[in-house]
């Protein structure tokens, strides 16, 4: 999935998204063309990262 689905699927916002990969809470992912491609396990993590910064 590209970057847009997973803010989608998260609810957390695309620069939200580049943030957790810049922080290292999202590792970096493969490319297909200038498009990032998350995977199922990037879901699991996006939603643990976007959880743990509403709680602050």
Same mark, same amino acid.
């Given at each position: 999935? $590209?970057?847009?689905? %997973? =803010?989608? %699927?998260?609810? @957390? *916002?695309?620069? @939200?998204? $580049?943030?957790?990969? =810049?922080? +290292? %809470?999202?590792? %970096?992912? =493969? $490319?297909? +063309? *200038?498009? $990032?491609?998350?995977?199922?396990?990037?879901?699991? /993590? @996006?939603?643990? &990262? &976007? &959880?743990? /910064? *509403? =709680?602050?």
């Amino acid at each position: 999935m $590209r970057i847009v689905e %997973l =803010a989608k %699927l998260t609810g @957390a *916002s695309l620069k @939200a998204i $580049r943030l957790y990969e =810049a922080k +290292g %809470l999202l590792p %970096l992912v =493969a $490319r297909d +063309g *200038s498009y $990032r491609r998350y995977e199922h396990r990037h879901l699991e /993590q @996006a939603c643990c &990262a &976007a &959880a743990g /910064q *509403s =709680a602050e």
